[in-house]
């Protein structure tokens, strides 16, 4: 079925501005059907719609949400909103098309793209309330398990194993705080913008904006690409450390064979790619958002189509965050702590700041307590 | 003076290492001495330091703070940290060097940089709400002056200078919401963590924090360096509408002649260089926060001396930022609107979803009225 | 059928590992199987395979190549080279196993990179100078079609169509120059460094090396990934370029209605959403050399897994970029010059200039001159 | 003194649109001195200028190179292009203005960028040579030391220190070819190209380019600032490598004293601070070329004032990257390989791959080879 601007349109190009829209959209379905509920019963209140042209719309919508992955949208559809469309005018004739009454595809995407951002948020900071807990348990159970902690990548003073997993989870309690903070910033209305000129007819934005649940009618979107960069700051800094510290040479830490991975060649190999891919995934979520951030510099004011094109690194990043940080709360439930190597670890020179503390309480500057452990030999 | 662990090191590794810190560490001299007086109080306190001791530390550091640039950071210093302590134990003796007991370089310096964002924080934000008063007195002036919407860069439907303008202090708005995010993230003090892993003496860390303003006590750095980036969104995409609604093809906008530049060859340019240079500085503040960002990456906990190469691009983000901020209220405040040219700008064309939406008054489905309009010779 | 090291794997760390090598793989299939012919071959040359084991093995490799998508590679393989041995194995039992002899994954899958990017690269190549035929035919076509030449994007001197274009063709001759380079740089055979440190066993890598067209043996990958970035330089100037001069204000330039789209609210819009898709998709492009680029930072040496994960950002800048290189073909073929616009656009003051060197030419200093001009009355 | 286009322009917006300039340009002074020498010869050969005006122009010009720092270049100059013509115009008179005709300052500046790109790339290659020569003395004294090699961080196969410093010398090989092909696309002469749209005048462009080395004329930039970042792909890897190795875990490596730096708290440390700032000081030349790049993106064809803000990057990247290597090669030369750690780390484990082989060599098929030693005890 030929898109709302009927023309015909050279099939290459066509094909390259659609590009993957039909596919991504998948991930927007149900949130454009709640857009257009809440915007069929504004427009009923205005008096573009009557109630029973919005029932049946409501009721159609509905239905969509429940077919979920069984409601197709077809390249040659383009975009889930024409999909959906279509859907309606087959169903319902007229109403179908009055729906649109009032809206442009630019304030209805961004519509969909919040609610689903928002939603994605609300998963990911459960996922890290969740990873939390579980760094809770590792710090309770070795609370006293001895490590050296390290500055410059050399054995630096006393730590223990508890000190260095609560580090993790001060980090995610920030993050969590701050996926709030960007929750807040984003928890707009777009609806009723139209294409970002307003529209001259009456529309009750707040309404829309009510029932869609957002804290209040507005326009933004530029920091909605933040997500997912700051909780990978602390999980590939886990990720380095673990990997580190589960050296033969190391041997604090070890993964049970199940979560290991073996050569093709080497058949001693028992290696931790999850690890591995843990770190780098957080590279491809900082070049998802270093797109998003791209496409949109120096566009002029106004919608431009190339804003389309930050739709899938933005998908992408909601799911490879989440996804790593199951993963990551996966492998911390099966980490294997070898308390023997961390004792062994804790040689006589990482105390010798402790010793010239004691020269300090006996009265000593510090400067020179300093300096005299410094030359007593090893 | 020699450096704290008296040892001969290499002069060029010293060169190498010690790099430009003498010189940038002068955007911390305050903030450190700030550091000092209430580590030396705390000091006071738990008895290391007697009140004599303490009351003269505390004197001599104020002292520093007057002197400001007149106190001499010499390359040989290192940095500001060991200069201080160098003139402190010059003038104190023995006290100059019980200062840093219980206290590492690397919660030391963290502290004074922590303090140092707070204040920068402040001032960027000072700078933010000016520029929305400025903006709001273009907006009122300008609250009819019509002038196309324009999207995909083509003209779309009718708007207003007062639009454009207030889209901007909608985002202005939104990034000093942000900036309060940021500030609530980095308040918290690091002084007392030592190398990263305490110390085996008796510190208050609450009394530290309190003097010194801070809302906790804790270890955070990774949301520090977002800052700037958010303001620029807007700066930026002001400049390039500025850039492209000032070109002679649309003439809205011009800048008065001791605004703008000539050219070396042609003698009739006025060139808008202001605005190219602050587009231009947005992408310098992507490439600050690029390099902390990576400089942080992979790096296992604890402290690595990588971190020290943050500090110039953190200052220079400060800087760039709060300086485009007020080149563009200037830049404001000099614009000239060309009412005329606006007004004619508005063509025909712009109208037609109007008319559209005028028969969808008379009870047309949307879309039957577009394809009607739609289908009007021009 | 299990993976080779035959283990009971933790099934979502096995998917989390896996990711989508299965579906990513299909790129590489063909060249893998030229990998493994090579390989088979040496084998037998070496004394590893008996002639008729060498032959049937190519025999079969032969037909996965000719297969295509018909041969299946499941999740559960986890990539080709495990689907491609399995199925080996079940058409020829234990030869399917030898042919692994002396091989590691690591060198094995470098190897049908490389092949894959030498292909990649050629056709690239190919597109670049089938563009710069294009810009050929309009230069020729506009050798005098004049237009004013911009700076700080305000008119500055007398120009033409031809030397616009001119400028695109220049930087695309540069890119072909450049693309030869990088192939030159990556054409270099890795088969037989194994797990990266050779192997205990008399392998005839020079033989492979010149069985699949390489120039010479050794290891390098690190420049792969600059591929596409320079192509974007002039397509994406070129679509900025455009998209300005296609504005109703400039009007240059405009696109034949079956390249351009609609919109669902405004009946009057033709949008060149083409030309802004391939402005962002340059963003895509560098947002994927970042990944490649960030994953491989500071790993030490020998393979790490990160690795894998720039197979995608590699497979896609490959078809991103020749995908837009065509469709700026398409679009500079169809592209409609309006040379009355143009020629209205020279106006006077772009002319001072000359003025001002025919002052010159009668023997003034050129500050004078300049400023003489500057002077006269508009 | 006055800028060329006479005007009193803002205080402010002069301050910010000259930055730096007036002290960056000290890096382009003798370049920009040796392109006006050429352009004086030229414009000598066509006519503008007598032969006596060019003599004690070039005779000036030569002074001016030869007063190096000696030259003054003010803020009131705003860079070193209206610095020279001044001082030209002060002691000559009308020729010092006359020597503008034909130039713009764009080509003028291009001109000296290019000059100086490549005379840096040239000590960058020099840098680079060196320090594969440094590295070939340590093969050739270890090419029997054994240690482990790593796959995945985890020991894999019988490895020597010969293999692993071979291999960053194999990639600074291909860098050294990789500048050649950077020179190679830089090399030519954009004076003459004026603002970049000819000019209308005759001027023998061929001249200039001989007379200054360049291999043909043409105007090309964007390849430019690629600089520095293959070299440090190796430098960073190796920095990353010797972080590792030199743990007290590993202790394969360690540096002498005089090339360490101690802790203010911890008196027994000695810590690699060089190799930690190599490591980062490659993020920061990925940040310069970041800016660089992204300053130049979606700029429309014509000069844009925003490439001036490419001049720090630019400067910045060729300093701190030959730096780097100069400190590498040094850090190099002080080496410690302590032969004992790394013969005690080649444990049994890593030979299983040559035992599986040694099976093979007795006609197993190495999967069952491989499965059998698998499957010994340790």
Known sequence: MAKLWQKEPNREIERFTVGDDFILDRNLLKYDCLGSIAHAKMLCKIGILTKEEMDSLVCELNKIIKMKDNFAIKQSDEDCHTAIENYLTEKLGNMGKKIHTGRS????????????????????????????????????????????????????????????????????????????DIYAIIDQSPLGSAAGYGINLYLDREMCSSLLGFKKVQYTTYVQNSRGKFEFLVLSKMSADLLLFSTAEFGYFSLPEKLTTGSS?????????????????????????????LIQKDLISGYNRDLQLIKEPLFRSFAVTEECLKITDLVLNNLIINKEKCKAACTEDIYKTDKALDLVKKGFAFRDAYKQIKEQPE
């Open 265 to 293: 060649i080497m058949p001693q190999k028992k290696n931790p790619d999850v690890l591995e891919l843990i770190r780098a995934k957080s590279k491809l979520v900082a070049g998802y958002l270093f797109q998003a951030d």
């Open 105 to 180: 595809r630019n304030d209805q995407i961004l519509t969909a793209i919040r609610l689903y951002e928002k939603n994605g948020l609300k998963e990911i900071k459960l996922a890290v309330l969740n990873l939390i807990k579980t760094l809770a348990c590792i710090t309770e159970k070795h609370h006293d398990t001895a490590i050296p902690g390290y500055t410059h990548m050399q054995k630096a003073m006393p730590s223990t194993i508890a000190m260095l997993f609560n580090a993790y989870s001060e980090s995610l309690k920030d993050d969590a705080a701050f996926l709030d």
